[in-house]
């Protein structure tokens, strides 16, 4: 779960911490949702945006800081993220995640909507815990509505062969994207950097989240469901179209009609005739380089902040995540 944090002791023992405390409040005496929680807590995963949070939180004054408020917040920021995944799956109907049964698969899906609302009632819990009339909730307001309204403009592209790679990002920039700049941001904010440190950290989480996104997007294209752990190309089959088939489209769209238009019902051989459509005309090329000018910038604004330990370490982090091959 915490290998990427292995660099990162101190990290790695304070998202241990977290772990816990996830568990504490996912936690109830109905023994049906107990175990559906169970589930979902057991499933950590990389908890990359807690684990941004407290390198970002490092920057700041260590003697002001309230080391139960960060981990609470930390906290917050991971089950907002497993409750995003939760309603993202419903609306996907994915029956697996990284390779693990998904919730409404094994669930159902009415026990799955319940389960992301219960996670959001957590989050709301800490959020009140630790930032009640801070300014920082309306931060927290406005990082879930970008969310939501990322996720709708995502439903109604669906099919759309004449989006734009600007659409794409837009879409990006309210789902993934917005928590990771609300994780760095955060981070920043309550490791009482000054406000010029915070924003640039916001900017520095929000080009990570795209050009994070983007490079899982060209996986989708350049690996077997094995190594994926879901199935190849499952974007595609349900008419989402990201920037690989995105730039590719734009080149020769009459290549992909055929394919396209028949939106739902493409079968698997058309798929892969779409995937090696892709390939043939730089799709996936021109994605990666796409990725690489979102990856420049993260690392020119790290480049601003104050150069010591702890940016070395936010750097690091950044160019491991963001400097994939394929």
């Known amino acids: 779960m915490l290998d990427i944090w292995s660099h990162y002791p101190n990290v790695a023992q304070k998202l241990n911490t977290v772990s816990s405390l996830i568990n504490e409040h996912l936690s109830t005496d109905n023994p049906d949702v107990q175990q559906l929680l169970a589930d979902l807590s057991q499933e950590q995963g990389k908890m990359l945006r807690p684990g941004l949070f407290f390198l970002f939180a490092e920057l700041g004054d260590n003697h002001e800081q309230n080391e139960e408020q960060l981990l ?3 906290a917050s920021l991971e089950i907002l993220h497993k409750a995003t995944l939760v309603h993202d799956d419903i609306i996907d109907d994915s029956p697996l995640r990284h390779g693990v049964v998904t919730i409404q698969s094994n669930f159902g899906k009415d026990v799955a909507v319940y389960a992301g609302d219960l996670l959001f009632t957590a989050f709301f819990e800490l959020l009140i815990d630790t930032m009640n009339g801070m300014s920082m909730m309306k931060d927290n307001a406005t990082a879930m509505k970008k969310l939501l309204f990322g996720e709708l403009s995502q439903m109604h592209a669906r099919f759309n062969q004449k989006q734009t790679i600007e659409n794409y990002v ?8 917005e928590l990771f700049r609300l994780a760095c941001l955060e981070g920043a904010y309550f490791g009482k950097s000054s406000p010029e440190i915070t924003q640039i950290a916001a900017s520095i989480g929000e080009n990570i989240g795209i ?4 490079y899982d997007d060209i996986l989708d294209y350049t690996s077997s469901s094995k190594i994926l752990k879901k199935p190849v190309l499952e974007d595609l089959a349900q008419g989402v179209y990201t920037s690989p088939l995105l730039f590719a489209i734009a080149k020769k769209p009459q290549a992909f009609a055929p394919f396209l238009d028949k939106k739902q019902n493409i079968s698997v051989t058309e798929i892969k005739n779409v995937s090696n459509l892709v390939h043939k005309l730089g799709g ?10 979102y990856t420049r910038k993260a690392l020119e604004d790290i480049d601003k902040l104050p150069q010591n330990k702890i940016t070395a370490s936010i750097k690091e982090l950044t160019t491991s995540l963001l400097n994939r091959k394929f």
């Open 72 to 74: 609470r917040v930390a």
């Open 170 to 177: 837009e879409n990006v920039k309210g789902k993934t994207a």
């Open 211 to 214: 050009a994070f996104q983007i």
């Open 284 to 293: 996936v090329k021109d994605a990666i380089f796409f990725a690489q000018g």
